[in-house]
């Protein structure tokens, strides 16, 4: 069983709930519905999927067929260097260690290659200075 | 052994030996003590992290017709106005009501101003037969203000201890996020270019000692509050929180780069401030107390999850191995956080060093020495 998380963009609202289910009937997968933003012409979601590597593979073919754009949603966090303040209160609640210190001038590093968008650091950081965009 | 007199005279000829905390260190192992404070006039230090009980004095200047402001908001933080007319104090976790996901509060008004940013100030009073204005809704500015400057009653706190969870589920703290079943620890010093942690018996540090305080010059005015003698010390420094200090600076001198506001996740609002003072190095056994490496300072690890009476240490750790980006406990590796910025810490040292060699910063012998014994009393509850 692995994890991994999609970002989902959707014109049909109703296909919504029906992701959930298809991929639950069809493929075996334990989906979880992170973020969701839904309008009138459609919407975008973070979609978690849970499962054995070639039905998660399986569900992103079928998804892409039924003509939604699914993209894996990682490397996606953003820190505002301005309002960093090299504190380091992020580094010990990345669950993938993205956040290490320079050994020399103590500026905490950010690697965006590891990140895979948990949001766990989000509202560690008392200045505002990591956000996760859609 | 040196005079502050001789040490200022160097200072004043640009001719002043000013080694930060950090680099002394190595001087010091090398040439010992005595050698080292021959040749070193100043050690700087440096700390920039969150100081909750920090705020502004600020005058608003009278308006025409005048108010006597009783209730006050900057930019819908609530300023307290049980002063004259037009002063009014903010404090640094004063926290703007319905501030929504990012909490935004006094330490956040406060850099704003050093910033330079316009401030909206809403006031209203009684109206009386002198003040007739009974509300004002205006925009202010650092410029505009008569006075500003911080009056911070506790900061700067000789060491604190280090913080963790047992609990089954994420605390947030002001120790920072701390994960389920001891996943991590946070502390929050720079150590071993702290400033008490520099002069642990205050033997240099008094009331009056002129400081670096959020890029300006500050002073020490009294004690902290929750001043303590009586923790337990380890190589002649205490291992958790104990002497604090008051301090107070002009805030038309700070830069916003020292100054930040805070929002501690579901803590409220706090202030970081940077914060250094200058070590004279009087005699050798003042430069081998400011010469103490992370190997030689210990914090108290504690478990957040009980009330602080009850929270038993669960063991204690040196600077070096918390900086180090995990300790170990009972067999297992925790991973740690630093919540105080150690980049900045430097910057605050460096640039008050880059003050005392370029003899613009003199230093001051202190007016009075800070007490020797101080405990902390609980508050009972009484019926
Ligand atoms: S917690 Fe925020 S301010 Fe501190 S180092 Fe991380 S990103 Fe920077
Ligand atoms: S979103 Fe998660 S993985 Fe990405 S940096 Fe933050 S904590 Fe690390
Ligand atoms: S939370 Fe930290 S900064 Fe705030 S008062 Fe306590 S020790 Fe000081």
Same mark, same amino acid.
Not at chain 1, 84 to 90: F, L
């Given at each position: 069983m692995i994890q991994k998380r999609y970002k989902l963009r959707f014109? +049909? +609202?109703?296909?919504q709930e029906s992701v959930a289910y298809i991929l639950v009937s069809k493929f075996n997968i334990q989906p979880n519905i992170l973020r969701a933003e839904v309008r009138d012409d459609g919407g975008v979601m973070v979609l978690e999927m849970k499962g054995t590597q070639e039905n998660i593979d399986a569900s992103v073919v079928y998804l892409s067929d039924a003509g939604i754009s699914i993209r894996a949603f990682d490397k996606q966090i953003i820190k505002n260097q301005d309002a *960093?303040? +090299? *504190? %380091?209160? *992020?580094i010990s609640v990345c669950p993938t260690r993205c956040f290490t210190p320079d050994?020399?001038?103590?500026e905490i590093v950010l690697?965006?290659?590891?990140?895979?968008? *948990? %949001?766990?650091c989000l509202n560690a950081c008392p200045f505002h200075a990591l956000s996760l965009p859609l | 052994m040196k005079t502050y007199g001789e040490i200022n005279e160097r200072i004043r000829r640009k001719k002043a030996v000013v080694y930060t905390a950090e680099e002394v260190i190595d001087l010091v192992r090398s040439k010992g003590p005595e050698k080292a404070a021959e040749k070193v006039d100043v050690v700087t230090t440096g700390t920039f992290g969150a100081m909750c009980s920090s705020g502004a004095f600020l005058n608003f200047g009278h308006s025409d017709p005048p108010i006597r402001m009783t209730d006050i908001r900057l930019n819908g933080v609530e300023a307290y106005g049980?002063? $004259? $007319?037009?002063d009014a104090y903010i404090g640094s976790t004063a926290m703007r009501e319905n501030s929504g996901e990012f909490g935004y509060g006094g330490g956040h008004v406060i850099e704003e101003l050093i910033a330079g940013n316009r401030v909206r100030l809403r006031a209203w009073g009684p109206g009386t037969?002198?003040?007739?204005?009974?509300d004002i809704d205006t925009y202010i500015t650092l410029d505009d203000l008569n006075e500003a400057y911080m009056f911070n009653?506790?900061?700067?706190?000789?060491n604190y201890s280090a913080a963790t969870n047992t609990l089954d589920r994420t605390l947030y703290t002001y120790m920072g996020k701390l994960l389920p079943r001891m996943k991590n620890i946070t502390y929050s010093t720079s150590g071993q270019l702290s400033p008490l942690l520099n002069d642990p018996h205050l033997e240099t540090i008094g009331g009056g000692t002129r400081i670096f305080l959020g890029g300006g010059e500050g002073y020490v005015a009294w004690q902290g509050t929750q001043?303590?003698?009586a923790a337990p010390e380890r190589n002649g420094v205490p291992v958790n929180g104990s002497r604090t200090l008051a301090l107070m600076g002009d =805030?038309?001198? =700070?830069?916003h780069d020292y100054v930040r506001g805070m929002d501690v996740h579901r803590y409220g609002t706090s202030i970081a401030i940077g914060v250094g003072i200058p070590i004279p190095i009087l005699n050798a056994d003042i430069m081998k107390r400011a010469a103490v490496s992370d190997e030689d300072l210990y914090t108290t690890l504690v478990d957040y999850s009980v009330t602080e009476k009850g929270r038993a240490a669960l063991g204690e750790y040196s600077y070096a191995e918390l900086r180090s980006g995990t300790v170990d406990y009972e067999g297992h590796k925790i991973r740690t956080s630093p919540l105080s910025s150690y980049r900045k810490a430097r910057q605050v040292a460096e640039k008050l060093k880059d003050w005392i060699e370029n003899g613009e910063f003199l230093l001051t012998e202190p007016i009075f020495r800070l007490p020797e014994t101080g405990t902390v009393k609980p508050l009972e509850v009484r019926r």
């Open positions: 014109s +049909d +609202d109703n296909l *960093c303040v +090299d *504190c %380091g209160a *992020c050994p020399e001038t103590w690697n965006y290659e590891k990140c895979i968008a *948990c %949001g766990t | 049980g002063l $004259a $007319a037009v037969d002198c003040y007739v204005r009974k009653p506790r900061n700067v706190y000789q001043y303590d003698t =805030m038309k001198q =700070m830069d």
